[in-house]
């Protein structure tokens, strides 16, 4: 069962801050986040593993609740390039169906305008 | 060169056809997967693979059939073509629970 995003859609002027959220209802191991511009391929962004490992760009920054099973991606001072559809993905604990099979939402669409 | 490359990366063809995706990777990753992406639906798992014998149905695995010939290759088959198959096909691979490297994606267009 895929991850759900909220919002779908987000708009700001650059400089401004947004948050993109993650959810599910399963137990998870790992969250990846991954942002994607028209017509390319997504491209890694950030890794948060249970546990609290962290693996990805300095300039990204997010959070894992484990217990909640949610994540939350922080976008700051935004500029133009931040502009592209975000994708959070999730995988499952060792032992489980979803173990090692990324998952993705259905995607949360930012536009930064000058 | 790419580390992910997909050939054909464009393809029309009829209903009723085979068509067969290739990917091939120079990572050196066990992991590879196959992705479809609709507009407005984000990425969906068709198959995945930890390693050459370990092949894994994802979420919208009916009407596809992939082989993994070897650690750098992983062909996705559609042995019917029809047209809600239309869509933009990306392989990627990983390792261990890491970041996935996708390739440029294929598009198909089934008429």
């Known amino acids: 069962q895929q991850p759900v995003q909220s919002p779908q859609a987000v708009i700001l002027r650059e400089g401004e801050d947004a948050v993109i959220n993650c959810s599910s209802s399963?137990?998870?191991?790992?969250v990846h986040w991954y942002r994607q511009k028209h017509g390319e391929a997504p491209v890694f962004l950030m890794i948060l593993l249970k546990g609290g490992e962290q693996k990805g760009h300095e300039k990204i920054s997010a959070s894992f609740n484990e217990k909640k099973q949610q994540s939350s991606l922080y976008l700051t001072a935004s500029q133009l390039s931040y502009s592209g559809t975000y994708f959070c993905?999730?995988?499952?604990?060792?032992?489980?169906?979803?173990?090692?099979?990324?998952?993705f939402g259905q995607g949360t669409i930012l536009t930064v305008h000058p | 060169d790419a580390d992910v490359t997909q050939t054909p990366r464009n393809r029309i063809t009829k209903t009723g056809k085979r068509i067969m995706l290739e990917c091939s990777q120079t990572k050196g990753h066990d992991r590879m997967y196959w992705y479809r992406q609709d507009p407005g639906l984000g990425l969906q798992l068709i198959y995945y693979s930890f390693d050459v014998k370990d092949i894994n149905k994802g979420e919208i695995s009916d009407g596809y059939s992939v082989s993994r010939q070897a650690q750098a290759k992983f062909s996705l088959s559609l042995e019917s073509a029809i047209p809600n198959q239309t869509a933009l096909y990306f392989c990627a691979t990983s390792d261990f629970d890491g970041e996935l490297f996708f390739g440029e994606g294929s598009r198909l267009t089934v008429l």
């Open positions: 399963k137990a998870l191991y790992s």
């Open positions: 993905g999730t995988t499952g604990p060792a032992g489980g169906t979803s173990y090692g099979k990324l998952t």
